[in-house]
Structures are given as C-alpha cells and as structure tokens.
C-alpha cells in the first residue's frame, strides 16, 4: 500500500515539475543564483548573494548589491531573463534546456540565456530569426 500512495504522489507532482515556467534549481533558485540586474548596469555575469535575495512568482533571485534588489523589486519585469530563463536557442527549436549563466546576450532590453558560450555563439549568427522562433514556440513550450 505505502509502494501505490508513493506512486500516486509521484504521478500527481509530474505535471507541475512539467510545467515548470520559470527555469530553477531544485531550491527554487532562478539563474544559477546570478544578479539578474547585473546583465544590464554592468554586461556582466555576477554572482548575486543568497542574504541579498528576492522571490517573484516562485522563484528566488540574488543579487550582488542591495540597489539592483530595490531595481528589480521595482520593475521585475524589466530583469527578467525571456522565456523564463530556458535557454534562447533550445525554445527557438521547441524545447527547453538548461542555461550557462555566464552565457548571455542583452538584445533590445531583453536578457537572453544560452545554455553555453557555444550555444550562444551559434544563436547570435542569426538571434533575430531565432528569437522569432522562440516566441512562436514559447507559449505552447511554456506548458510542457
């Protein structure tokens, strides 16, 4: 008996890790712990600080400074990677995948996360294209 509620458990809590919008670890930490914020005020990659943190819509950002916390808090929307943090080149071929911090793009305002340097590279050739893609394919992708 305890073996068949275990599974039933496990079955009723697929379709939430499924639909997982937003990219985190297992501690619900978005962006591998990296400052949002950072990507735009310094085009950097910056570990945040896990005492200087901040949840939206269930998951939990760092940043480096208290100012780029009051910046979010102010205006999340702004920061937010796209599509929830997958990486840019994997949604625009219909999937997600994972992300490198350190592999990102800010384009138009809009911070992109690429799963590597080299996905990165390869998704810069032609980032318009793909970003057209990822769009389309987002809102179905979003749910799986």
Not at 115 to 143: F, H, T
Request: glycine share 6%.
């Amino acid at each position: 008996m305890k073996k068949l509620i275990v599974l039933m458990l496990l079955l009723a809590a697929l379709p939430v890790a499924a639909q997982q919008k937003v990219n985190t670890d297992k501690q619900g930490i978005a962006v591998s712990g990296y400052d949002v914020v950072a990507y735009f005020t310094e085009d950097a990659a910056r570990k945040g600080n896990k005492d200087i943190s901040f949840k939206h819509e269930g998951a939990t950002y760092f940043f480096a400074t208290e100012a780029n916390r009051k910046l979010f808090t102010e205006n999340p929307e702004k920061y937010l990677p796209r599509f929830g943090g997958w990486c840019a080149y994997g949604m625009s071929e219909g999937y997600k995948a994972s992300t490198d911090p350190k592999a990102f793009t800010v384009y138009n305002g809009v911070l992109y996360l690429n799963y590597s340097l080299g996905v990165r590279e390869e998704w810069q050739k032609n980032k318009d294209a793909r970003i057209k893609k990822a769009e389309a394919n987002w809102p179905v992708v979003s749910q799986e």
